[in-house]
């Protein structure tokens, strides 16, 4: 059974940062390109970000570009979202996601296999 199992969300004022986590299990981490999504209350579901299998690329939403980082640990089965100088827009459920591949991560929701439930992030102002 495959879990994606997001951690790291809270509260956070306004241009400060959090770092989440995805813990993936029951599937061979490696074989898999990984990406964040975000939906905030209200509205569709948005690409945050995504990386390939190596974590050799690496790719993001206009939104977030420059303040955002994503990263994996393929030995600890994780991904990672580094996010400095977060806004109150950036309040949302963020919800990491797996696509089988290898090669470079696709920003469609229907291409992706499995996903997390979400942890949420809250940027007060």
């Known amino acids: 059974q495959v879990q994606l199992v997001e951690s790291g969300g809270g509260l956070v004022q306004d241009g400060g940062s959090l770092r989440l986590s995805c813990a993936a299990s029951g599937l061979t981490f490696r074989h898999y390109y990984m990406a964040w999504f975000r939906q905030a209350s209200g509205k569709e579901r948005e690409y945050v970000a995504a990386?390939?299998?190596?974590?050799?690329?690496?790719y993001y939403g206009d939104s977030v570009k420059c303040r955002f980082t994503i990263y994996r640990d393929n030995a600890k089965n994780t991904v990672y979202l580094q996010m400095n100088n977060l806004k109150p827009e950036d309040t949302a459920n963020y919800l990491c996601?797996?696509?089988?591949?290898?090669?470079?991560?696709?920003?469609?929701?229907?291409?992706?296999?499995?996903w997390g439930q979400g942890t949420q992030v809250t940027v007060s102002s």
């Open positions: 996601a797996a696509a089988r591949g290898y090669g470079d991560p696709n920003y469609a929701q229907s291409a992706y296999d499995y």
């Open positions: 990386i390939n299998w190596s974590g050799g690329r690496t």
